[in-house]
């Protein structure tokens, strides 16, 4: 059976540029893919985000290759997407799966999110607005001024977090050992929910992690009582399986755009009943409803009773509204996920 494969890609300026450990990033770039079974009429949508410093392929790499797949490949070679595009295999395989079944599992009313602070000291006057708001988990970039003026903010900011409330760091590798180790005697005994990806290095070329980054992750995590988070750690198939093997006894941070075989990747963190909180990889309305769906579906079968923030506190993204998913809200209702409506992203790009 053939299928009438078309796709657009999106280059969008971000309302505001996004720091990241990687430096600021301006422009979201990637690509929309419409799926159509002449058959039956059904359309399926998905996106290819990949995010710059991941380490995964390039916006070009996944137009390039869906160049030449032609209008109409056949199931096969939507298949046959090389391991190296992960973001472009996730894209096409939303897109198939929803040839066959559209309707969205029946799955929990809403969920918590995760609050974004600003990095440095703007976090401390901007906590009291989100506590307000009835936000109660908090998100703050560290590793982007000075260790030691950071450190020294930690008990103002947990401070004003309201009663029960839980702050997340987020390191985005950035620390060396030494810091990392400052930073993990500061957050023991205080309400620090994890410390997410205190150290990374991009692998050489052939291999798929940089070990010595693997053994201090590792060693941090076993000498001391916060739990630490993988993000930049899972950039791809094959990521959470080695390590799960390795014996990871923290936090997955799983950004569903970066999975090729995502279902897999679950399915072996379900198995153990591991730690999963699901992340937005900054992509537009269309990746944001497949990633929110598998959240909501994740946490009704795991975690109904105690489900943590998701990391979807991002919106609005674009400067461009009609790219936009869910904007910021300290919970996201399944509504809100079914509301979004890729056909209307697909032709704001026409
Ligand atoms: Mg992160």
């Not at 720091?19 to 799926?35: D, M, N, P």
């Amino acid at each position: 059976m053939s299928l009438l494969l078309q796709f657009r890609a999106y280059s969008l300026p971000f309302r505001a540029p996004v720091r990241t450990a990687h430096g600021s990033w301006a422009v979201r770039t990637g690509v929309i893919v419409r799926l159509e079974d002449p058959a039956t009429g059904h359309v399926g949508w998905g996106e290819a985000s990949p995010v710059p410093g991941f380490g995964s392929e390039t916006v070009e790499a996944d137009a390039g290759l869906l160049r030449t797949l032609g209008a109409q490949p056949g199931e096969g070679d939507l298949a046959r997407i090389p391991p190296g595009l992960p973001c472009l295999r996730r894209a096409l395989a939303t897109a198939i799966a929803a040839l066959t079944t559209d309707s969205p599992p029946e799955v929990g009313a809403f969920l918590p999110v995760a609050a974004l602070l600003p990095a440095g000291k703007e976090a401390l006057a901007t906590v009291p607005s989100k506590a307000e708001a009835g936000f109660r988990t908090f998100k703050w970039k560290v590793g982007v001024g000075a260790a030691g003026d950071e450190i020294a903010l930690l008990d103002d900011l947990c401070a004003r977090l309201p009663d029960g409330a839980r702050l997340r760091l987020d390191a985005n590798g950035a620390w060396d050992r030494r810091t990392a180790e400052r930073w993990l005697e500061r957050c023991a005994e205080r309400p620090v929910e994890f410390v997410e990806q205190p150290a990374f290095a991009r692998p050489a070329p052939g291999q798929a992690s940089d070990p010595k980054v693997n053994d201090l992750l590792l060693g941090l995590a076993g000498d001391f009582p916060t739990p630490l988070a993988l993000d930049e750690s899972l950039a791809g198939d094959g990521d959470v399986e080695r390590w799960l093997g390795a014996g990871w006894p923290g936090v997955f941070v799983v950004k569903p755009a970066l999975h090729g075989d995502l279902e897999t990747a679950l399915t072996q963190l379900a198995r153990v009943k591991a730690a999963v909180v699901f992340s937005s990889a900054l992509e537009t309305a269309v990746g944001m409803r497949s990633a929110l769906r598998t959240a909501f579906a994740w946490q009704a079968a795991q975690t109904p009773e105690k489900p943590r923030a998701l990391g979807f506190g991002v919106g609005p993204l674009f400067a461009d509204d009609r790219f936009n998913g869910p904007a910021a809200a300290p919970f996201l209702y399944r509504e809100d996920v079914e509301r979004l409506n890729p056909e209307a992203v697909w032709n704001a790009l026409s």
